[in-house]
């Protein structure tokens, strides 16, 4: 009978094709998955990879299959629960496709993006799924397509880039919330981002670069300017990067002689900053300001008042991004496409008629 190594001796394929009675080559198939052979030699490696406690080399297995099993994610903020959710989406589909997610976090920085995508390459990943941080510095986006890597851009697409793409629905979403809040009554309408400008004001959509907020705050315009409202764009406040950002800016609004008497906020981590002011300020939702958020987060259904929300399909935005990119790697080869997820409007407690100077 074949002695097992010793535990300090690390198990390798010929370890198991001996235990198994069968040849390197042939192990080597089974435990890489690839190539044929009958069941009866398949249980049998199985049977003794398993006694041995055989861990692959992946490196080596790459080398042999040309394919890491492993999927580079970029996002542009983990610890945003939009993010966290789209995530797991990405992560469950992988999983069940036999790949392993490698994630990495931009900050929404275009520079930190890059060294992100670059050490993603160095892994050999097999695919990228990329929430980029800015729609106009695509460049190592282009050049990681130009080398055969497929690649899906989630929440966030770009003409440049002949890739699929997965979205929401973000300026049909918009111009609803905001044709609702109209309808109420309310005239003096914020909306708060993340994104930022150099300087920090808001003059035109151009300023933008993140696809999805972009076209929030185009519905957003469009509808205001629909209405006969002018001028909303002194309305768009940008930088609420964190909370200290985001605490100034809304503390301001609330401050100034023209208050808003409607906020809508562009991720759920900025309207729970408005939810923390509007308290410390003595100020009441909805009765002082209505507010409307993006993202369905589980804190906006508990709080008092509850958090009329925009629901978007943050998870299905996940697992459609990586059936896309598996269905690439597993052969298939259609035109770039393009999906479009529909999003949900749930009313809740947080708005109501605007009375007064409106």
Not at 49 to 64: F, K, W
Request: aromatic share 4%; net charge neutral; with cysteine.
């Amino acid at each position: 009978m074949e002695q097992s190594p010793p535990r300090n001796t690390s198990v390798t394929v010929a370890d198991v094709a001996r235990m198994a009675g069968v040849s390197k080559a042939t192990a080597a198939r089974v435990l890489g998955g690839y190539g044929t052979v009958s069941e009866r030699v398949r249980e049998a490696v199985t049977a003794a990879a398993r006694a041995l406690n055989y861990r692959p080399n992946e490196l080596a297995r790459s080398m042999t299959t040309g394919r890491s099993g492993t999927i580079g994610v970029v996002v542009g903020d983990i610890e945003n629960p939009f993010f966290s959710l789209a995530v797991r989406g990405i992560t469950d589909i992988a999983r069940q496709a036999g790949f392993t997610v490698i994630l990495t976090n931009s900050g929404e920085n275009a520079e930190t993006e890059k060294a992100a995508i670059r050490t993603l390459l160095a892994k050999r990943v097999d695919g990228l799924i990329v929430s980029p941080a800015s729609e106009s510095d695509i460049d190592h986006l282009r050049e990681a397509t130009r080398s055969g890597l497929p690649m899906v851009l989630l929440d966030r697409g770009s003409e440049a880039l002949d890739v699929d793409t997965v979205i929401a629905d973000d300026r049909h979403a918009a111009e609803t919330v905001t044709r609702k809040l109209i309808a109420l009554g309310h005239r003096r309408i914020a909306y708060i981002t993340a994104c930022d400008t150099p300087d920090h004001c808001f003059r035109m959509v151009q300023d933008i670069n993140t696809g999805s907020v972009r076209r929030r705050i185009e519905g957003y315009l469009s509808v205001c300017a629909e209405a006969g409202l002018t001028g909303m764009e002194k309305w768009v406040r940008v930088g609420a990067v964190k909370s200290e950002q985001t605490h100034s800016i809304v503390a301001e609004l609330f401050r100034s002689p023209e208050r808003p008497t409607a906020i809508i906020a562009s991720d759920s981590m900025i309207a729970l900053e408005i939810f923390k002011v509007h308290r410390q300020l003595g100020l009441s939702i909805p009765g002082d300001v209505s507010l409307v958020s993006f993202h369905d987060a589980d804190w906006t259904s508990v709080t008092t008042p509850t958090v009329t929300v925009v629901r978007q399909p943050v998870y299905d935005l996940g697992t459609t991004a990586a059936k896309l990119l598996v269905e690439r790697l597993n052969g298939a080869a259609p035109a770039a496409r393009k999906v479009v997820l529909k999003s949900e409007i749930v009313e809740r407690a947080s708005t109501r008629e605007a009375y007064g100077d409106c």
